[in-house]
């Protein structure tokens, strides 16, 4: 096996995993209801709150 057949395998890999991290955020992200209220999103902190009522 050659460097440059290394090289793609690493690039494959990354790129796949890239991809199934995108899906899976996606994914979470639609199965939450508009009315939802579990929690914020990672982004979104406790100073988000303030103007919820």
Do not use: A, C, H, Y
Request: no cysteine; hydrophobic share 40%.
């Amino acid at each position: 096996m050659t460097q440059s057949d290394m090289l793609f395998l690493v690039l494959i890999l990354i790129g796949l995993s890239s991809i199934t991290l995108f899906v899976v955020q996606f994914v979470r992200s639609r199965r939450r209801g508009p009315g939802d209220d579990r929690g914020g999103n990672w982004w979104e902190g406790p100073w988000d709150d303030d103007g919820r009522r």
